[in-house]
């Protein structure tokens, strides 16, 4: 039911800079290349099997190639003798465990990201990188596998939404990473909603599960963290006066987006204070439980001890106790024994115990 | 009687970047739209229901233009045929969960803010969005809920008080911001009772609810400072040299504004310091109260279990046990049982636990 | 015994910026205005009712005008028809709830402070707004209530000790500034002196008051350093090179006021951790008494609860209890009561209670 | 079986700036010094005893010595005669304790590194300072001790695998960083694995040896971030454009090198939490061990000691006790005793002890 | 045994800014001064008693003035009239709490720094203040105490050992400050060693003492920190570009030295990091302990608590008991006792408290 943290290797060590290799998990599915090209009045949409070097290239259309699955290197090589790029492009496309991150290698840019999905059925926030690379008319994605994230882009772009169709390939790249940022509002909700519920727990009923819930949300906060922070240092790249690649209109919008990153950032970090509050909760609720126990406990103990030795003390077998004889002794004791309790009770009622 | 804290989608995931969509609660009102001319000498208030070029765009006269309610798109497209802005301008008004910000277009700044309300009944902070564009003799404000923030303002220009009708659109905007971080000090000064309230309660009486109350009270300052953090770089921004629609006059009031924003946050960081020190005081007095009971418990346990075990000693049934038969004997047993009551009691005095 | 946090509000919500209200407690004590004209010379001291624009502004004596008690405002704005200063900055000497700050009017310098005073017979550090306006040859300052903070600068000038007379007004407001700081340190003192009690008191006899104690001294300290902070803002931006209101040889005596205010905070920010270690300290101790507690506890229960068992077995009513008829039975019972005892308190002592 | 933290003495204290004086362990194995010698066609590899002065300044080849072992300085002294370094630099290579650091002396740079190896055996990370002298073509590495770090990288030249014999000794100093920096992973695997099967503990049985693990793990990532963090200042140096001796293209190699230190400082930061997250997970399983253990006393007691007392009534031996005589007074008594114990349970139910 | 902390006042509060006043420890020796000359080829040593203009001025030998003591303003008033310095410099010389720091007034540099020196005896870190004042081919020292700190350089300059002699003033002040910082060394060790005690400790058999000890450690650590922050400053100036009094080749010297107190600091942070993990530790351990001693009392009452009660049903004196007329009914009840205990062992046992 619970997920565990996993750190994975980041690269066969060892290995030559610059090596291709994939270190995600294999995938059997083949590898799945989509080529759409369009401009305001044309629109063209297929899988592709080999690159053609003129369909692509065509100054007039903007071309988006896109690559699911990493896991055969042979249609990156392929990729990489009509885009030639970086051999540590390649390596970080491939290791899929990058930083997020933007680098400007003037005639194109590259962008790591991560996307996340919360995965319902395990309760588990699975992440996969998504990495760019923008040429003046062209733009390359890399999925790991096959999602539906850019569905709704791609939708758009069929159907001539918007103005997405009238602009270039630096305002494809900012509707995709627009797509993703706005998957990461609904973890965000997802978490929210986690902490609604652990809270009602906490109050009503903490138990060892809902420590357990408290520590995982914890882990899943950090981690999450971990890869919102240098996302912010990747969309103020973008939206600052730096590479020509994205055009002054477009910045307005990698503006926009770089607000809600800080804004994802904030919430993130609030949500953080939120979970150490409710482990504090958790952990002073406990006490307060405690407390509640260890009173009936006392309050018990208090009453009924002393009681108890008093009757002992009647219960000896002593040969010339006095008292036992006494007609009346028996109700006395009784009675007296009844005004300890009540003497008790009202010092419970003092010490606000009752 | 306490509140939920609740995380509102930030927009329609999936739906183009620029889509004029209100994301914030339904409201039935229609929505209405206020417009205030004015200049040193002229003065003119009124609803309106179509924006009427020339009345608005007369160049002698500051106009103010207020909406109220969001909810009705219709309207704010009819104002944007008058006032043309940037679609993201638009979505941001109507995206009632933007952070603070504040953006540069040139032609007109533009502006959000949060404003902040007590709900005494609910005993909630409830807080709206408040957008304002400034051109160079015009403010438009955007209100999601008819609100009294501003009449204070509203009156200032109705009579003429101080020099507000002397100045320009700048000045007005400043003066409403300054209405709203005004408010701000209100919801500061019930934190404050809120504090001072725990405080004696901790000392005096610290139960479960009490707890409650400091882990929402830590919430409500956790989200209040999210929302306020922003606001240092918006009036930062707005006092600093590198806009034209802010003549440097009003820069000095902004500089004033920057000062109580600065104030705002130094406080609510006070705030939360002093809430953690509440929480640690909750922990210790609990911690406190156990080590009473305990000593009451062990106090009590200690005096008379043995006394018990010794009475129990002289309840056995064995045929041959001298002792029974002495005369003395029960009177010394209870002689010995009080010495031991009493050599605990000095013990007891010795650990200080009297 | 001990003090209230207390946070009074900023302004009169609502009221126009630049309105002149007095925020502070009401004072029935007359506002009184003194005056200081000297050079090097000459020195001339007295009370003023009018301001004499002659005396005043006499370009070879400096002028020290220092006005005592805020709460007429006739006082201020028959001030402000002689030296004319912006609207916000009389609201800021009148608002005594400011961060302190100074600002650069070009003409004038505007610097808020606030001063701190141990009341020892209320255990309470009371805190009042000094504010400073510095002309060329002309320094004005505004006290809350007539104090004696100023007493020896006013000595020294009297007296012409040190070179304070050959120097401009630039350097009477560092010399004031500098009492004031001096008298941080005296609060600081105070407060090592309470922390080093509190200590004591942890290690001896931890208890609710010393808990109490911990809270309001950590709860001093947040106030305090929020007061302290901006200071060095002001410190800083008076000894660098920005005003040519105060001359480069003054700088080296506000650079060394700098250095303090630095020292100041670092001493601040090491009483905070000192406290909260103390709190720390004061928990551990807590939980260690209750170990102690806890262990009388058990060893008494351990050693007495098996012990009662086995003399009420033995206190049974069994017709057939064929150990009761044995002569030597009851000895041997007591022994081998005494052989647990002796076993339980073994096992104590390795357990290491003992 | 647990490592003990270990701060040894920087140098000896005392001793003039600039001395040659190993401080690490004394090591009987004698230094062993190799060379390398390669370009893209030729490539000689072998140990050397003498330095020959023509043999390594050969301007068409790249050198590459590698001293290993510190505790020989006549080694270093007569290696200095060729290469003559500033004596700070030689101090700073025998001095084991640095900080990791990169300085430009124009004529050449000089890194300084940690290298971390986790022993399996003795459950401890070592580390070992590795220090690189670069030349224009010619770069020296000094080492501890005999280590197989480099094997990967000597693998490659004596293959002639990727481009690292077509480039200068800049590109060599960046492979056998990058093997440094991919052993880092291989440690934070480790530690990766540690922090699961803690987790796991903590959640199953959590006793005083997880305690003692959780706390040699925290003071290991605490050191090991130490170490980390001066890391990222040396890489970042070296891909920024401050010297000539790192040609632009190896710039691209540094900058992903310096990406790979931000993520380890990422994740040994994350580690942290997590261990955090951990220590107060262990503590609240501790409380919560605590609360069912008391719970179960104070159940028991609660239904035993009042029942206790009433059997103790009975026992007492007064002659005039009327129920003792009444034949159906023990199953009365008996039944009594029952409701008693069944009330007792019904009252835990609610309270959700049971 | 332990000391307290201590925090004395910086200055005679209210005294005039550039009084001379020693505000340390009163000592009755005599303030010796001491006077090296040296060159490369010359070297002369002595005490003086008066200060020969010549002799300290001679353009040739850099002139070493060490003060030892601060009691005598006598000797700094002379020292000032061949020195002639700002007021508010020989004012921090006598004030002996003064922050570290340096400052360039062209003609010559002022540091003041700190020494510490670990008190063996009371286990005290004693602090002493050193203060330089650097001219051109000058130095001149102050130090509140003799201390055999400076015995090293001193012996250095007699044997013309290193180029000590070769270099000038400012090499010297380097050497001088490079022994203070490698006693931070020293201190930091025996911080080590308290912090692996302790640890062991905490391990072994947590107290009341511990508690103690950890709690001074972490007030050293707190007060260490504070006086450590700001000597990265001060070798941070004096490294950088800002002063002709600093030669180039001496600055290398100086960057080594930063490095060194960078490494100081990051020390200091990591044994602060150490401290908290040991106190949570100890809490832990003393939280496990309660646990163990909770075990304990609950088992042996749930064993005999029921037991005993089981005794007193057969220990009452019903005249209708048919029980206790039966045969076997002791040692059925003893079975059925013995059958209570091994069930509740049994369930010890599966709840891992056995």
Not at 76 to 84: G, M
Not at 135 to 147: R, V
Not at 153 to 159: D, I, N, S, T, W
Not at 185 to 204: G, P, R, S
């Amino acid at each position: 039911m619970y997920k565990k943290l996993k750190i994975t290797r980041k690269k066969k060590i060892g290995s030559i800079p610059g090596t291709l290799l994939y270190t995600g998990e294999k995938v059997s599915a083949p590898v799945k290349v989509s080529l759409i090209t369009y401009n305001s009045k044309d629109f063209d949409e297929g899988d592709i099997t080999s690159f053609d070097h003129k369909k692509i290239n065509n100054k007039d259309l903007v071309s988006w190639i896109n690559i699911n699955g990493l896991h055969d290197t042979e249609v990156i090589n392929k990729l990489n003798t009509i885009f030639p790029v970086h051999p540590l492009v390649l390596e970080d496309v491939l290791h899929v465990n990058q930083r997020p991150k933007m680098e400007d290698f003037k005639e194109y840019l590259f962008v790591v990201l991560k996307m996340f999905q919360y995965d319902v059925e395990k309760e588990v926030i699975k992440s996969e990188q998504v990495s760019f690379i923008l040429y003046p008319n062209t733009l390359i994605t890399f999925q790991e596998e096959a999602g539906n994230f850019f569905d709704g882009v791609r939708e758009h772009l069929r159907r001539d939404k918007g103005k997405i169709r009238a602009l270039n390939a630096d305002y494809l790249m900012y509707a995709l990473i627009d797509a993703i940022v706005d998957n990461y509002y609904l973890i965000l909700e997802q978490l929210a909603e986690k902490i609604e519920l652990l809270e009602t727990e906490v109050f009503a009923n903490p138990n060892k599960i809902t420590l357990k819930r408290i520590h995982y949300l914890k882990q899943e906060i950090i981690m999450l963290r971990k890869s919102v922070w240098p996302l912010r240092d990747v969309t103020s790249l973008l939206y600052k006066d730096e590479t020509d690649l994205v055009c002054s209109d477009t910045r307005f919008f990698f503006r926009d987006l770089y607000d809600h990153t800080i804004e994802v950032m904030d919430i993130v970090e609030t949500y953080r204070d939120l979970t150490s509050a409710l482990m504090e909760m958790y952990l002073s609720s406990i006490s307060n439980k405690m407390n509640e126990i260890m009173k009936v406990l006392t309050m018990i103990s208090t009453i009924f001890i002393p009681l108890s030795f008093f009757a002992g003390v009647y219960g000896m077998n002593f040969k010339h106790m006095p008292e036992l004889e006494l007609v009346h002794a028996y109700p006395l004791v009784l009675s007296f024994m009844a005004t300890i309790a009540i003497v008790m009770l009202i010092f419970f009622k003092r010490m606000k115990w009752l």
